[in-house]
T-cell receptor, first 114, second 117 residues
Framework: EPEVTQTPSHQVTQMGQEVILRCVPI?????FYWYRQILGQKVEFLVS????????KSEIFDDQFSVERPDGSNFTLKIRSTKLEDSAMYFC????????????FGPGTRLTVT | AQSVTQLGSHVSVSEGALVLLRCNYS??????LFWYVQYPNQGLQLLLK??????LVKGINGFEAEFKKSETSFHLTKPSAHMSDAAEYFC???????????????FGKGTKLSVIP
């Protein structure tokens, strides 16, 4: 069964460093999402991406964040200058065109900022 | 704005007992509703969904949920708990009025289910 994959599974970085989190969505999916879950808190929406552009973003998704689909398979989340409060589990999700609301999640990348 | 409330951050049931996890939502438009399950160190797996039509929906692993518009609820049930059901369960809502290309989910805080042998 096709699945969303994410790399790395765990990333440790120092405050102020740039990180790129990578996702490979399910191949025929057209909608892509990033969510995050700070330890002990809710899963929160960050950004949605469709037709090669951001379709919606939350207040969390400020200028330090960016997303890109550099080729036909990868979907990346970049944090330009990490802060301690960026430490969280980051989930990528994707969905098909005809059931766009039904999102399939990857296993997540745990980001630890020290 | 939408919101989801899950009553009980932690629920314990005996193996073989009924599982009931509560979810209430608020939405100004007809919602799409979801339950996701997260096993330790894994991602979120879709358990079941309600979009339109029959208000009682069945999902994987014997779970089902009923959409009750008058109560703004979407409680998750399973008649008989199994040890393998121990996980964290998240209720989520999507705004059906959102523009094309954006169906972000709003999640509840999650309920951790423990199953006692």
């Amino acid at each position: 069964e096709p699945e969303v994959t994410q790399t790395p599974s765990h990333q440790v970085t120092q405050m102020g460093q740039e990180v790129i989190l990578r996702c490979v969505p399910i191949s025929n999916h057209l909608y892509f999402y990033w969510y995050r879950q700070i330890l002990g808190q809710k899963v929160e929406f960050l950004v949605s991406f469709y037709n090669n552009e951001i379709s919606e973003k939350s207040e969390i998704f400020d200028d330090q964040f960016s997303v890109e689909r550099p080729d036909g398979s990868n979907f990346t989340l970049k944090i330009r200058s990490t802060k301690l409060e960026d430490s969280a589990m980051y989930f990528c999700a994707s969905s098909e065109w005809y059931s766009a609301y039904e999102q399939y999640f990857g296993p997540g990348t745990r980001l630890t900022v020290t | 704005a939408q919101s989801v409330t899950q009553l009980g951050s932690h629920v314990s049931v005996s193996e073989g007992a009924l599982v009931l996890l509560r979810c209430n939502y608020s939405s100004s438009v007809p919602p799409y509703l979801f339950w996701y399950v997260q096993y330790p160190n894994q991602g979120l797996q879709l358990l079941l969904k309600y979009t339109t039509g029959a208000t009682l929906v069945k999902g994987i692993n014997g779970f089902e949920a009923e959409f009750k518009k008058s109560e703004t609820s979407f409680h998750l049930t399973k008649p008989s708990a199994h040890m393998s059901d121990a996980a964290e369960y998240f209720c989520a809502v999507s705004d059906t009025s959102l523009k094309a290309g954006s169906y972000q989910l709003t999640f509840g805080k999650g309920t951790k289910l423990s199953v006692i042998p």
